[in-house]
């Protein structure tokens, strides 16, 4: 069980990254390349992990009994934004082209908020999952982190050395939003022969 999970925290970690890799370098086309645009792009995207982790930790007090449907729910609606994504930041950039460049953070803030908060919810729910099963937070929290940790570290790599060069940066979604809904399978798989 616990190997399962952490194979699927793995890939977690791995869609996250080429999300995170693509989607800057399609918000620099649009919004430009400059200091300022990769240190808005990045805290964005950490301040909407730390918000996810906020709320996976009230949503697991919430819905104790269904943590892994949340996390099988969440893996869904990231892998939906996954998909509609690119053409989303156009279409935003084409709106606001002309906007002062000081509404910048909030507009990108805007775009990335939902599936930034939602990859932070992931790790809260399953270490209240886990915790139920292992009873150390310590053991629980380290290791789901060293697996989603190791597997953004390899989606580093990947990306940039064969996603990049090979595919373009829509395919990279695809690959992305591939994974969160193979994982969602996987998870709904096992729901279904827990209840067996």
């Known amino acids: 069980m616990l190997n399962r999970l952490l194979s699927l925290f793995f ?3 791995f869609a996250a990254i080429i999300y995170q890799i693509v989607w800057q370098r399609v918000l620099f086309t649009s919004f ?3 200091i300022e645009a990769i240190t808005i792009v990045v805290s964005v ?3 909407g992990l730390g918000v996810g982790s906020l709320v996976g930790g009230y949503l697991s007090k919430m819905f104790n009994q269904k943590l892994l449907f ?3 729910l969440i893996e869904i609606g990231i892998g939906l934004f996954g998909l509609i994504s690119i053409p989303l930041i156009k279409y935003i ?3 606001t082209f002309e906007m ?3 509404t910048l953070p909030f507009i990108i803030y805007s775009i990335l908020f939902f599936p930034t908060m939602a990859m932070g919810a992931t790790l809260p729910i399953l270490v209240t999952y886990l915790y139920k099963i292992t009873n150390s937070v ?3 929290v380290s290791t789901l982190y060293y697996a989603n940790t190791l597997g953004s570290a390899i989606a580093c790599l990947i990306t940039v050395g064969v996603i990049f060069i090979f595919l373009s940066l829509s395919v990279a979604t695809y690959i992305a939003a591939s994974l969160n809904f193979i994982i969602a399978i996987i998870t709904y798989l096992y ?3 827990l209840k067996a």
């Open 11 to 13: 890939f977690s970690g």
């Open 32 to 34: 430009g390349t400059n």
């Open 45 to 47: 995207f950490m301040f």
């Open 70 to 72: 949340l996390f099988m």
């Open 93 to 95: 950039n084409l709106l």
């Open 100 to 102: 002062a460049e000081w």
């Open 138 to 140: 310590g053991d629980t």
């Open 191 to 193: 729901l279904n022969k």
